[in-house]
């Protein structure tokens, strides 16, 4: 999990640092719709199996 971190963080600061602004925040833009959407999926899956445990 920390390494997956890690990776986006490496991931982000590269394009920042290698990229023109605009370049840059797209990427940035596209990477949390990407994180926005795992975490909502996420909560998708594991939500209906706690009310089948309860």
């Known amino acids: 999990m920390f390494s997956f971190i890690r990776f986006l963080k490496h991931i982000t600061l590269s394009a920042w640092k290698n990229a023109t ?3 840059a925040a797209l990427i940035t833009a596209i990477l949390l719709a990407i994180i926005v959407i ?3 999926s996420v909560v998708q899956v594991i939500v209906p199996f706690t009310y089948i445990a309860i």
Request: aromatic share 0%; charged share 0%.
């Open 21 to 23: 602004p605009i370049q």
């Open 38 to 40: 795992l975490i909502i």
